[in-house]
């Protein structure tokens, strides 16, 4: 499964929907294990978090909250 270290960039951060829709895997910028990815409605229900990326073994080391977009 291909993998991308989340460098933080707003670049990154814009193609946070690309990336999951080619199942490209990211992984924390200090840790580098995997992060929760949550966006959608039904990964916020699934991990039960507000949306936003989240180091899966520190949940306090890293992440980033997001607003949630509408569906366009
Ligand atoms: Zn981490």
Redesign the pocket.
């Given at each position: 499964m291909p993998t991308l270290v989340y460098d933080e960039t707003s670049a990154m951060r814009n193609n946070l929907e690309e990336y999951a829709k080619e199942g490209i895997t990211l992984l924390?910028p200090?840790?580098?294990?995997e992060l929760i990815v949550a966006l959608d409605v039904e990964s916020i229900r699934k991990h039960q978090v507000h949306p936003g990326i989240y180091?899966s073994?520190?949940p306090n080391?890293?992440f980033e909250m997001f607003e949630i977009r509408r569906p366009s």
């Open positions: 924390c200090r840790c580098k294990s180091c073994k520190y080391h890293f």
